[in-house]
C-alpha cells in the first residue's frame, strides 16, 4: 500500500468510525443495557477492522455491517460470559483483588505506546502472544520477511527506550536509602 493509498484508507476508516460508532454504541447498549460494555465492545470491533480494512473496503462487502455484526456477537458472548461470571460469584464468593501491574510492565506498555503501529502489533503477537513469525505474517497479511524486519526494528527501538529503565530504579532505590 502507497502512503496515499494508506492515508485514505485512514480517512475512509476515520469518516466510518466518526458516523457509525456512536449510533452503534447506542443500539448495542439498549440490547445489553451496559453502557460502558457497548462502548469496549463497539472499540473491539473497529479494532478489529482495521486489522483487515483492505479486506472490508474492497468492494465486495460491507464494513459497517461487519463491525455491527462483530460488535454484537462480542456483547453477546461477553453477556453470557458475564451471566457464568454472576453465577460463579454467588457459588464461590468475590475472587481476590488482582495485583497492579508492576513497575516492568508499566515501562514496557510506555514504551511500546512510543513505537510505530506495525512494530508494536508485530512484537505483542510475536513475543507476548507467542505466535511464530509465520501466524504473525499471516495474521498481519504481510510476508515473513516484513514482520521480521518490523521485529528487528521494534526491538531495537524498545532496547533503546528501556536502556536506562532499571539504571532509573536502582538510583532512585539507591537515592532513599
Known amino acids: 500500500m502507497t502512503g496515499k493509498q494508506a492515508e485514505s484508507a485512514a480517512t475512509d476508516f476515520d469518516l466510518i468510525y466518526a458516523t457509525n ?14 453502557l460502558a460494555e457497548a462502548q469496549d465492545c463497539v472499540q473491539e470491533a473497529f479494532a478489529k477492522a482495521w486489522l483487515r480494512w483492505d479486506s472490508l473496503t474492497d468492494g465486495r462487502g460491507d464494513p459497517v455491517g461487519w463491525v455491527k455484526t462483530t460488535a454484537y456477537r462480542m456483547a453477546v458472548s461477553q453477556w453470557r460470559h458475564w451471566k457464568s461470571g454472576v453465577k460463579a460469584l454467588r457459588k464461590h464468593g468475590a475472587p481476590p483483588d488482582a ?12 514504551a511500546l505506546a512510543k513505537l510505530p503501529k506495525s512494530q508494536r502489533v508485530a512484537l505483542v503477537l510475536h513475543h507476548l502472544n507467542d505466535m511464530r513469525v509465520e501466524d504473525v505474517a499471516r495474521e ?13 526494528r521494534g526491538r531495537a527501538a524498545l ?8 539504571t532509573d530504579v536502582l538510583a532512585t532505590e539507591e537515592s532513599h536509602a
Open 99 to 110: 495485583p497492579e501491574p508492576s513497575p516492568d510492565a508499566v515501562a514496557l506498555r510506555d
Open 159 to 166: 532496547a533503546i527506550l528501556l536502556a536506562d529503565w532499571h
Open 140 to 152: 498481519l497479511r504481510v510476508a515473513p520477511g516484513t514482520v521480521k524486519a518490523r521485529l528487528s
Open 21 to 34: 460508532a456512536p449510533r452503534l454504541v447506542g443500539q448495542l447498549y439498549l440490547m445489553i443495557g451496559d
